[in-house]
């Protein structure tokens, strides 16, 4: 079966730190990009982070940059979302999408991905 499956998320003190996963399963994720998406409740879609391949360059969105971090295992099977520094507003669910081609801005809202996860809850609260 072809997927993706996010794991990590949770609910966090603000300040704290999460790591989330992406997970594929039935095609090989290291022949593709992958950008972690959030949606928080009554808003739409965001990007926040995004992979290359094979090179593996990295870029944010402005509201994550510096405190979130995404990266690729040695085998590229998995991508992770390492989140510090944590805010209520990081509050969402939060999405991995991967691509093996070039469909656009990974930012951009016509950007096109192959395969979604089924998203992971993210809480920041005191």
């Known amino acids: 079966q072809v997927q993706l499956v996010e794991s990590g998320g949770g609910l966090v003190q603000p300040g704290g730190s999460l790591r989330l996963s992406c997970v594929a399963s039935?095609?090989?994720?290291?022949?593709?990009?992958v950008v972690w998406f959030r949606q928080a409740p009554g808003k739409g879609r965001e990007a926040v982070a995004y992979?290359?391949?094979?090179?593996?360059?990295?870029e944010y969105a402005d509201i994550v940059k510096g405190r979130f971090t995404i990266s690729r295992d040695n085998a590229k099977i998995t991508v992770w979302l390492q989140m510090d520094n944590l805010k209520p507003e990081d509050t969402a669910v939060y999405y991995c999408?991967?691509?093996?081609?070039?469909?656009?801005?990974?930012?951009?809202?016509?950007?096109?991905?192959?395969?979604w996860g089924q998203g992971i809850q993210v809480t920041v609260s005191s």
């Open positions: 039935g095609f090989r994720l290291r022949d593709y990009e």
């Open positions: 999408a991967a691509r093996q081609y070039y469909t656009g801005p990974w930012d951009s809202p016509g950007a096109r991905y192959d395969y």
């Open positions: 992979i290359t391949r094979p090179d593996n360059s990295r």
